[in-house]
């Protein structure tokens, strides 16, 4: 993976995390309620799956395409 297409696929999912928490201090702070969503749990949990499979792709990156790590791990 060249330098530029991996820096956007990491500011992509740490957009994602980002976007994701902010959602979740919202519900917290300001307890907001969505209309068509009242199951604020059942909301937040979604946000939670978003930020662990965020996570997980950029560790998945960090394993294989960092260069030090692409030569011992391929």
């Known amino acids: 993976?060249?330098?530029?297409?991996?820096k956007v696929m990491e500011m992509r999912y740490k957009s994602e995390i980002?976007?994701?928490k902010y959602k979740?201090?919202?519900?917290n702070t300001q307890e907001l309620?969505?209309?068509?969503?009242?199951?604020?749990?059942g909301?937040?949990?979604k946000l939670l799956d978003v930020i662990?499979?965020?996570?997980?792709k950029l560790a998945?990156?960090?394993l294989h395409y960092d260069k030090n790590m692409a030569?011992?791990?391929?």
Request: aromatic share 2%.
């Open 52 to 56: 662990a499979s965020a996570e997980d």
């Open 1 to 6: 993976m060249n330098d530029r297409l991996r």
């Open 18 to 20: 980002e976007d994701a």
């Open 60 to 62: 998945v990156m960090s």
């Open 43 to 45: 909301e937040i949990d």
């Open 24 to 27: 979740i201090e919202l519900f």
């Open 71 to 74: 030569k011992e791990v391929l």
């Open 33 to 41: 309620l969505i209309p068509e969503h009242p199951d604020i749990t």
